[in-house]
């Protein structure tokens, strides 16, 4: 959280050490805590506080560093005019965001007045995948009990997200081994991605995990066990994807994957029961078309519940 004018440099020595500890080079690391320190100043000045997540990104190879500034602050009418340089509303300069995009590689913004706002940057050598994803652990623990990890090789897109039992470090070891798993053979089946990994938990708490895989542009496979939410998301619907009761681990009575039609516009998203399922994108066209990784930081903005870790994850 960013709530007072001291944070602004923690978070900007934060990004720094993010960035050196993955290989940017001494300019790309200087643009980040550049934005860093642009992205928190303006979360005090305009919205008197709000949360700053960052975190490393893998594109063709090469480290990103992804800013996210989130709060629930009077928002902005007119996005453009405030991205302009010169403009300013709180008697600075008025080079915040107009810097913090020349800066990156990537950059988003969605404003809604009286609602908050939501800024993505990512720095790096290339843009990253067009995906978004969130995981944080729930207040006062260190480890996250959820994960998900994205893997994408020629043309296909193999995506597993999981929910170890409850919360603390023993769900963040089911989770892991969860994902050691997947990782093992990303490209695999769902079905077979989930065997693997219900065998992996044996000897854990045990967790709840979905794997979808994208092929054919047309097509996902999907496959779940425990209370991951799946949605694949067109313009005038939205199909949920169907996982089975169990606990990876423990106990698994039945097992399916599902084949589901999707087009080039779909936007699929999952995530954790630490996010509500009472969101519908459909009534929202305006964020629909944001990028997926603001999408999925208004979505945890909005629906996270205050007791549990929170994962969501949106890939379009």
């Keep these: 959280m960013i709530e007072d004018e001291s944070q602004i440099g923690e978070a900007r020595r934060d990004a720094q050490r993010l960035a050196m500890a993955y290989g940017l080079d001494a300019t790309l690391t200087g643009r980040v805590a550049?934005?860093?320190t642009e992205l928190a100043t303006n979360l005090i000045r305009h919205a008197r506080g709000g949360e700053m997540l960052m975190q490393p990104l893998v594109a063709a190879g090469a480290e990103v560093i992804e800013l996210l500034a989130i709060d629930r602050g009077r928002g902005m009418s007119d996005v453009e005019r405030c991205l302009n340089d010169g403009y300013s509303t709180g008697g600075t300069a008025g080079t915040g965001l107009g810097a913090v995009?020349?800066?990156?590689?990537?950059?988003?913004?969605?404003?809604?007045?009286g609602e908050g706002t939501v800024v993505m940057s990512r720095i790096g050598a290339s843009p990253a995948s067009r995906f978004g994803a969130i995981s944080i652990p729930l207040k006062g623990e260190t480890e996250c009990g959820d994960g998900w990890a994205l893997a994408q090789e020629a043309a296909t897109t193999c995506l597993m997200v999981v929910d170890?039992?409850?919360?603390?470090?023993?769900?963040?070891l089911a989770a892991e081994s969860a994902l050691e798993g997947f990782a093992a053979a990303p490209s695999e089946t769902p079905r077979a991605a989930i065997?693997?990994?219900?065998?992996?938990?044996s000897g854990t708490r045990g967790a709840a995990a979905a794997v979808a895989r994208v092929t054919d542009p047309n097509r996902l496979s999907y496959c779940g066990v425990g209370n991951i939410t799946g949605y694949l998301i067109e313009a005038e619907k939205s199909q949920g994807l169907v996982s089975h009761n169990g606990t990876l681990g423990l106990t698994m009575t039945r097992l399916q994957q599902f084949e589901y039609d999707r087009t080039a516009h779909s936007?699929?998203?999952m995530h954790s029961d630490g996010l509500s399922?009472?969101?519908?994108?459909?009534?929202?066209?305006?964020?629909?078309?944001?990028?997926?990784?603001?999408?999925?930081?208004?979505l945890y903005r909005d629906h996270a519940r205050p007791r549990d870790d929170a994962t969501v994850v949106v890939l379009n």
């Design 34 to 36: 550049i934005a860093a």
């Design 277 to 298: 399922a009472r969101w519908d994108l459909r009534k929202n066209p305006q964020l629909r078309a944001r990028h997926p990784a603001i999408i999925a930081a208004v």
């Design 164 to 172: 170890g039992l409850g919360h603390g470090s023993f769900a963040a």
């Design 195 to 201: 065997e693997r990994a219900h065998r992996a938990l």
């Design 101 to 113: 995009r020349r800066l990156s590689c990537e950059f988003d913004i969605y404003s809604v007045p």
């Design 267 to 269: 936007l699929m998203v």
